[in-house]
């Protein structure tokens, strides 16, 4: 296998260990963060650490983003500031951050007056695929630009897929959320009718899970606590997917269902609710904890 020269910019929660396992695989990572113990992290793993974006995108086969939102993305590839200065023809760019696509189309083209090759690649897994490096890559961008990008991605995740050109991987991302959203919620909603009237959870989840009712979110990311270990509704719903992120993320799908006129009458249901978690300071939650809505005692 050739190992590649890679810039990695954002270590939060998926960018981090995303960024171990490149250097696991074995090749040479750059890594920047205003975060400094997430670079030192990284640097203890392996990394090298650059002082700025720029220095960490110059010379690179491969820049790789995790940032929080389209205006970032935006800002760190065509800002005078970002990195566009350190990117060549040589250089495929990866965006990993869940955004619009219509941001994603933008920042493509405008790499592409420049020669610079750029695919978006949301993620799906949770911090539990970054870290375990089973994550599923949704990628938009052109057959070549998809192969290329393939190479690197495939150290971060199991399952790689071409949803279609520049913009598509977040499309496919947002749908894949909001049903997500849904499904924790009607989940919850379940779970809890049972537990008031007198059933133990962990037996309704077994049954519902060898019946029609069986789901991702049931299965292997059960929001009532106790039923599974390991999962954030055991830990007091720290770590995880929060729930601020799933609203920003429901957002997006809110605003393609507009701009599509799509009927998303369950999708806007599940907004309002993880809206209301916010408003109740539950936002820095994982979004299982959409459960406690359901929970009188709560």
């Known amino acids: 296998m050739i190992m590649a020269n890679i810039g990695f910019i954002g270590l939060g929660n998926m960018g981090g260990p995303m960024a171990a396992n490149l250097v696991k695989a074995g090749h040479a990572v750059t890594v920047f963060d205003l975060n400094d113990s997430a670079v030192s992290e990284l640097v203890e793993k392996g990394a090298n650490s650059a002082t700025t974006a720029l220095a960490c995108a110059e010379e690179k086969d491969f820049v790789i983003t995790m940032l929080p939102a389209g205006k970032h993305v935006k800002s760190i590839y065509l800002d005078e500031n970002g990195v566009g200065a350190a990117l060549t023809n040589n250089t495929q760019v990866i965006d990993c951050s869940t955004i619009d696509a219509d941001t994603a189309k933008f920042v493509a083209s405008e790499l592409a007056k420049r020669g610079v090759s750029f695919v978006d690649a949301p993620v799906s897994g949770g911090v539990a695929g970054a870290t375990n490096g089973t994550l599923t890559f949704i990628v938009g961008g052109s057959d070549s630009e998809f192969e290329n990008a393939k190479t690197v991605l495939a150290d971060m995740g199991k399952n790689i897929f071409h949803a279609g050109d520049h913009g598509a991987g977040q499309v496919a991302k947002i749908c894949n959320n909001m049903l997500l959203a849904i499904l924790m919620a009607g989940t919850s909603e379940a779970l809890q009718m049972g537990i008031d009237n007198g059933l133990d ?3 309704l989840s077994d049954i519902m899970l060898q019946s029609s009712g069986r789901n991702w979110t049931l299965e292997l ?7 599974l270990e390991n999962v954030p509704s055991s830990n007091d719903y720290k770590g995880g997917f929060m729930v601020d992120l799933m609203a920003k993320d429901l957002g997006l799908a809110m605003e393609t269902a507009n701009s ?8 806007r249901l599940s907004q309002s609710l993880y809206q209301l978690m916010q408003n109740q300071e539950m936002g820095n939650l994982d979004f299982s904890s959409i459960f406690k809505l359901f929970n009188k005692d709560s």
Do not use: F
Not at 260 to 267: A, D, E, M, R
């Open 201 to 203: 959870a962990k037996v």
């Open 221 to 227: 990311y059960n929001p009532c606590p106790n039923v």
């Open 260 to 267: 599509s006129q799509s009927n998303v009458p369950l999708g």
